[in-house]
């Protein structure tokens, strides 16, 4: 990306169940599914830079230089936790949707969909501040330490605050909306070159 060494583009990515039907059910679940996908990635050279496993879908925010990498490694990760289930016989054995849906970010929407990513949680009223939340890179962030899945220094060198006051600013009531409707269409979130409004 322009003015940070890297020619590619982040995107942001998320998996969710067939039916919106549940894909975690445990901590253990949790936990392995993200050593699963932090070993696909590793494979598949995916850098991820902000994450968050929530009860019935998953979020990514991943670089790599073939946008349709991701695919491959979200599939990969999927067919070994499914595996990983049915080996320790677990009662329930999640469907995910064949696809995961995935858009571009340009730097702007990188630093705001960091910030929705990481606050869901909290908003979906599981724990009071994002840190608390065990499944996600918002610890790792706060901490300035990597953790297992993510690579922290991308977006702390952006974000030129604390992290704990960046996820707690206030974020306008529009805009998890407008993430929506871009893992609908699949678009590109960028700013239009020729004004500071931001397409839709």
């Known amino acids: 990306m322009t003015g940070h060494g890297n020619t590619a583009s982040p995107h942001h990515v998320i998996q969710r169940g067939v039916d919106g039907q549940p894909l975690f059910f445990s901590d253990d679940d949790y936990a392995d599914y993200i050593r699963i996908i932090a070993e696909a990635c590793r494979q598949r050279n995916v850098r991820v830079w902000g ?34 289930l049915a080996q320790r016989n677990a009662p329930v054995v999640p ?9 571009a970010l340009d730097e702007t929407y990188l630093i705001r969909c960091a910030r929705y990513v990481e606050i869901n949680p909290v908003k979906r009223n599981y724990v009071r501040v994002p840190e608390a939340w065990a499944f996600s890179s918002a610890a790792a962030h706060i901490s300035g330490k990597d953790d297992a899945l993510v690579t922290v220094a991308p977006l702390l060198d952006r974000v030129r605050k604390n992290w704990s006051d960046f996820l707690a600013t206030p974020i306008p009531s529009e805009e998890a909306d407008l993430f929506y409707a871009h893992e609908q269409s699949g678009k590109p979130m960028v700013r239009k070159p020729s004004d500071s409004t931001l397409t839709q």
């Open 95 to 103: 469907s995910f949707k064949e696809r995961p849906a995935r858009h």
């Open 51 to 84: 994450y968050c496993l929530m009860p019935d879908h998953i979020h990514l925010i991943a670089v790599t230089e073939e946008p349709a990498t991701l695919d491959a490694c979200l599939h990969e990760a999927t067919l070994g936790y499914t595996a990983c």
